[in-house]
T-cell receptor, first 110, second 113 residues
Framework: DAKTTQPPSMDCAEGRAANLPCNHS???????VYWYRQIHSQGPQYIIH???NNETNEMASLIITEDRKSSTLILPHATLRDTAVYYC???????????FGKGTKLSVIP | DVKVTQSSRYLVKRTGEKVFLECVQD?????MFWYRQDPGLGLRLIYF???????EKGDIPEGYSVSREKKERFSLILESASTNQTSMYLC????????????FGQGTRLTVV
């Protein structure tokens, strides 16, 4: 699986959009990009995933660059409950496991 | 909603005890996983199972074993608990082979004294 680079921490004002970047320059052609988050004292929660097209669901949007070397998770209107560690995880079809890195600790500020 | 239920939220055991951590999922998922999470080390995969009675080692299987006799239940066994197995243990399940949309339980915080 590809290695990832995420900023260790970010702040976002409540109600504003939170844009969380991830660099995955070694991603291979069959690897999807998955995003999870982990709120304190809870298990990780799946957010969204994509291959090369931008994706949107009720939680977030995922923007993947055309060369697929990086992606951005967008929380359009961050709330205090979005304070969590966010993980970007490339994962190929042949692998069962998710490899969690250190992620980005997002703090939403009132 | 998919539910992954771990039998205990907190557990305290003595060194040398045999410890069973139980996990049950209610969505007929093929795959089940056991992770442990430690500060500074993140989540690490211990074992996973892609079918009943099938198991595969993850990154850190030493000191652990697993059992999957029924599709909905995946047990993690510490044959002889040691203090370095004090950790948060997380169970997860996912459907099929092509998806990594995993659903996690709330975790079991195990302390070995």
């Amino acid at each position: 699986d590809a290695k990832t680079t995420q900023p260790p921490s970010m702040d976002c004002a409540e109600g504003r959009a939170a844009n969380l970047p991830c660099n995955h320059s070694t991603i291979s052609g069959n690897e999807y990009v998955y995003w999870y988050r982990q709120i304190h004292s809870q298990g990780p929660q799946y957010i969204i995933h994509g291959l090369k097209n931008n994706e949107t669901n009720e939680m977030a949007s995922l923007i993947i660059t055309e060369d697929r070397k990086s992606s951005t998770l967008i929380l359009p209107h961050a709330t205090l409950r979005d304070t969590a560690v966010y993980y970007c995880i490339p994962s190929g079809a042949g692998s069962y496991q998710l490899t969690f890195g250190k992620g980005t600790k997002l703090s939403v500020i009132p | 909603d998919v539910k992954v239920t771990q039998s205990s939220r907190y557990l305290v055991k003595r060194t040398g005890e045999k410890v069973f951590l139980e996990c049950v999922q209610d969505m007929d998922h093929e795959n089940m996983f056991w992770y442990r999470q430690d500060p500074g080390l993140g989540l690490r995969l211990i074992y996973f199972s892609y079918d009943v009675k099938m198991k595969e080692k993850g990154d850190i299987p030493e000191g652990y074993s697993v059992s999957r006799e029924k599709k909905e239940r995946f047990s993690l066994i510490l044959e002889s608990a040691s203090t370095n197995q004090t950790s948060m243990y997380l169970c997860a399940s996912s459907p099929g082979q092509a998806t990594r949309e995993a659903f996690f339980g709330q975790g079991t915080r195990l302390t070995v004294v």
